[in-house]
């Protein structure tokens, strides 16, 4: 059974950072295709960013290039999300998930075969 957690949300001002992690239980984890998800009231969850299992090719959601880095560390089983110069827009619960081994980030929910949690992150003006 793949268990994720995640941790690193919080509340932030506007134009400041915060570091997301997603710590992943399996023997697998190196294999696998590993996303970001976030949800904010009354929208659908959405795409935020994905990162193949060797870490070479990540994929982000428009809104999110330029600010949000994803990367992992398969040797902690743990995937992060750096998000910087954080705006208002981004107040949401963020999730990680897991999906199969790829050459390619899936952007998907469908993609998706696990669910962390997840953890809020607020932006104040």
Same mark, same amino acid.
């Given at each position: 059974?793949?268990?994720?957690? +995640?941790? /690193?949300?919080?509340?932030?001002?506007?134009?400041?950072?915060?570091?997301?992690?997603?710590?992943?239980?399996?023997?697998?984890?190196?294999?696998?295709?590993?996303?970001?998800?976030?949800?904010?009231?009354?929208? +659908?969850? +959405?795409?935020?960013?994905?990162?193949?299992?060797? /870490?070479?090719?990540?994929?982000?959601?428009?809104?999110?290039?330029?600010?949000?880095?994803?990367?992992?560390?398969?040797?902690?089983?743990?995937? =992060?999300?750096?998000?910087?110069?954080?705006?208002?827009?981004?107040?949401?619960?963020?999730?990680?998930?897991?999906?199969?081994?790829?050459?390619?980030?899936?952007?998907?929910? +469908?993609? =998706?075969? =696990?669910? /962390?949690?997840?953890?809020?992150?607020?932006?104040?003006?």
């Amino acid at each position: 059974q793949v268990q994720l957690v +995640e941790s /690193g949300g919080g509340l932030v001002q506007a134009g400041g950072s915060l570091r997301l992690s997603c710590a992943a239980s399996g023997r697998t984890f190196s294999s696998w295709t590993m996303g970001w998800f976030r949800q904010a009231p009354g929208n +659908e969850r +959405e795409f935020v960013a994905a990162i193949i299992w060797s /870490g070479t090719s990540t994929d982000y959601a428009d809104s999110v290039k330029g600010r949000f880095t994803i990367s992992r560390d398969n040797a902690k089983n743990t995937v =992060y999300l750096q998000m910087n110069n954080l705006k208002r827009e981004d107040t949401a619960v963020y999730y990680c998930a897991t999906g199969p081994t790829s050459n390619r980030p899936w952007r998907q929910l +469908e993609d =998706y075969n =696990y669910w /962390g949690q997840g953890t809020q992150v607020t932006v104040s003006s």
